[in-house]
């Protein structure tokens, strides 16, 4: 039973901000929208996370929407090195098992 | 800092014979310890997770076993690997109540021929 919906692929161009969507309509009040990227052939790599404000740290910043059925992952100066594929997960904060979908895969382009 | 450690990277075995992977946590205690598993160009498929020494629980029936033996150890067994078993198998650990999620090892990549 999937949480999040991504887009299967988004493109990029190099410098450009990227912002990658995910719609979580039946989130609950105790969820938390984490994001994970996966470079090819490596493990899973934490970004962010929220709960309802919007965050920002040194990679990425995450906008939730005010009623918290979507958010957006900005990456706001695309590198060829943030070309992988980006999974949106829904869990609560003590969750003992996070659930990755298919993710959306990002090709930043020169 | 917490680090983990999996290996090894790449392993190729025949068809029938034992696999022993190893994944181990350093600078933190009592953490949470899974495995997952993801096949070529598809997601990734929770195995395995433990919450503490011996005590394991299985998402996926499968030719797999996994066993905790020590508090930072995590370790994926079968006693005969199958053509189909052949994957990307990682290891993470996660914080009793942490919100930041999961810290993934580098992976092993697993070809049995």
């Known amino acids: 039973d999937a949480k999040t919906t991504q887009p299967t692929s988004m493109d990029c161009a190099e410098g450009r901000a990227a912002n990658l969507p995910c719609n979580h309509s039946?989130?609950?009040?105790?969820?938390?929208v984490y994001w994970y990227r996966q470079i090819h052939s490596q493990g899973p790599q934490y970004i962010i996370h929220?709960?309802?404000n919007n965050e920002t740290n040194e990679m990425a910043s995450l906008i939730i929407t005010e009623d918290r059925k979507s958010s957006t992952l900005i990456l706001p100066h695309a590198t060829l090195r943030d070309t992988a594929v980006y999974y949106c997960?829904?869990?609560?904060?003590?969750?003992?098992?996070?659930?990755f979908g298919s993710g959306t895969q990002l090709t930043v382009l020169p | 800092s917490q680090t983990i450690h999996q290996w090894p990277a790449t392993l190729v075995q025949p068809v029938g014979s034992p696999l022993s992977l190893e994944c181990t946590v350093e600078?933190?205690?009592?953490?949470?310890l899974y495995w997952y598993r993801q096949a070529a160009g598809r997601g990734l498929q929770l195995l395995f997770y433990?919450?503490?020494?011996?005590?394991i629980s299985s998402e996926v029936p499968q030719n797999l076993s996994a066993s905790r033996p020590q508090d930072r150890q995590f370790i994926l067994s079968s006693k005969k690997l199958l053509l189909s078993d052949s994957s990307f198998y990682l290891c993470?650990?996660?914080?009793?109540?942490?919100?930041?999620?999961?810290?993934f090892g580098s992976g092993t990549r697993l070809t049995v021929v």
């Open positions: 929220g709960l309802k």
């Open positions: 997960i829904v869990a609560s904060g003590s969750a003992r098992q996070l659930t």
């Open positions: 600078g933190t205690s009592n953490p949470n």
């Open positions: 433990s919450v503490g020494i011996g005590q």
């Open positions: 039946t989130i609950s009040g105790n969820e938390y």
């Open positions: 993470a650990w996660s914080g009793e109540g942490d919100s930041y999620g999961y810290t």
